[in-house]
T-cell receptor, first 117, second 112 residues
């Protein structure tokens, strides 16, 4: 089945630094990928939609200059958390769907737990 | 996307069937019902989806009522590893650009 690989699985960084998270579709092409964020004991919240070859679409309240998204190929999207602060500590999850298959389901990466100290 | 309503939590004895309900009374004709689950500290895992017919795969069965206003996910023989939060989501399926909107889900606890 379709596999989405996310890296790193866990990262700890100091306040003010930037962190890049990669999301790859391993056996299919994805023109669109989605980035979610999940705080403890809460559900997943969509942050942005990543579109291959064009600008990402951000949800209301998500700063596009802070959460930089690049979708340079049909199998890779990256999320960079710039100038991270402790309140950015969260579980970040990407998802993707096979662009060539009708109503195929979204598949999710295993998430990246970011801790900003 | 249509809103869904699920009980916040359920318990199930190991080896018994777990029946997880979901109400989606405002579902429209072109919206599919998807089920995902999230085991602690992992990304959501796709389980099953359907439009109007009942569906079965190696993980679970999905029963959709005739009026499509509700559905039930059935795990036929629950194991401890099935302890997770289960999300029922409805969305239009024929578009690669459609994201999933997650509600609160049902926290299923499988007990020995």
């Amino acid at each position: 089945g379709a596999v989405v690989s996310q890296h790193p699985s866990r990262v700890i960084c100091k306040s003010g630094t930037s962190v890049k998270i990669e999301c790859r579709s391993l056996d299919f092409q994805a023109t669109t990928m989605f980035w979610y964020r999940q705080f403890p004991k809460q559900s997943l919240m969509l942050m942005a939609t990543s579109n291959e070859g064009s600008k990402a679409t951000y949800e209301q309240g998500v700063e596009k200059d802070k959460f930089l998204i690049n979708h340079a190929s049909l199998t890779l999207s990256t999320l960079t958390v710039t100038s991270a602060h402790p309140e950015d500590s969260s579980f970040y999850i990407c998802s993707a769907r096979d662009s060539d298959r009708g109503h195929s389901p979204l598949h999710f990466g295993n998430g990246t737990r970011l801790t900003v100290t | 996307d249509a809103k869904t309503t699920q009980p916040p939590s359920m318990d199930c004895a190991e080896g018994r069937a777990a029946n997880l309900p979901c109400n989606h009374s405002t579902i429209s004709g072109n919206e599919y019902v998807y089920w995902y689950r999230q085991i602690h500290s992992q990304g959501p895992q796709y389980i099953i989806h359907g439009l109007k017919n009942n569906e079965t795969n190696e993980m679970a069965s999905l029963i959709i009522t005739e009026d499509r206003k509700s559905s039930t996910l059935i795990l036929p023989h629950a194991t401890l590893r099935d302890t997770a939060v289960y999300y029922c989501i409805v969305r239009v399926g024929h578009n690669a650009g459609n994201m999933l909107t997650f509600g609160g889900g049902t926290r299923l606890m499988v007990k020995p």
